[in-house]
């Protein structure tokens, strides 16, 4: 008797374990279809340019509102159409040579994830810029139509209270934060 209960808990325990994990999904980014935009205010004038997306994978629990992983982003590759104010930004602001990435580790989020459509969530993490841990918490619009799954954030880095020089010059002044939209496209397994 005992042994025919025994049998009938655990199967039923079986059939409910692929729902639990079902909630537990990996975003797979292709660096390739991802960008980080940047817009940078100065005096009379407005950079924008990109970064490239090295890698990243974000693995989440919508049950429990569990999020880890990383996503990271080459530092030297920043393009604003300026091959000398280029150079300049990675060499004397990033220090690509000692700092080759820039990357954001998520610990949390809050809000609801849905299935499929669309879905904005509060995501907490950590953002290391130059070497250094940042604690951020950005908005994120989350798309998912089956498993194509698309992210985007908007966000302000305020690099100079960060550590980072200032590349301000005698008339020329640029704002101390500097805009970024992210865009990640990927896969869900």
């Not at 279809?33 to 989440?60: E, W």
């Not at 982003?73 to 990033?94: F, Q, T």
């Not at 080759?100 to 459509?117: D, K």
Request: a negative charge.
């Amino acid at each position: 008797m005992k042994t025919i209960a025994h049998s009938i808990i655990c199967s039923s325990l079986l059939l409910f374990v692929p729902a639990v994990f079902a909630q537990q999904q990996t975003f797979a980014v292709n660096p390739e279809s991802s960008a980080v935009a940047f817009g940078l205010n100065g005096t009379g004038h407005h950079v924008q340019g990109t970064f490239k997306v090295q890698s990243g994978s974000i693995m989440f629990d919508r049950t429990a509102q569990k999020i880890s992983g990383s996503v990271a982003v080459n530092a030297g590759s920043g393009n604003s159409g300026e091959p000398s104010r280029d150079h300049k930004m990675s060499s004397d602001i990033l220090d690509t040579l000692h700092f080759a990435e820039v990357s954001f580790v998520p610990q949390s989020y809050q809000g609801t994830l849905a299935a499929t459509g669309d879905s904005t969530i509060q995501v907490t993490g950590i953002f290391t810029l130059h070497g250094t841990p940042h604690d951020l918490t950005v908005p994120v619009q989350v798309h998912i139509e089956g498993t194509n799954c698309t992210v985007k954030a908007h966000f302000s880095v305020p690099y100079v209270k960060w550590g980072l020089k200032d590349p301000s010059i005698f008339v020329l002044k640029v704002a101390k934060d500097v805009d970024i939209e992210l865009t990640l496209v990927g896969g869900l397994s």
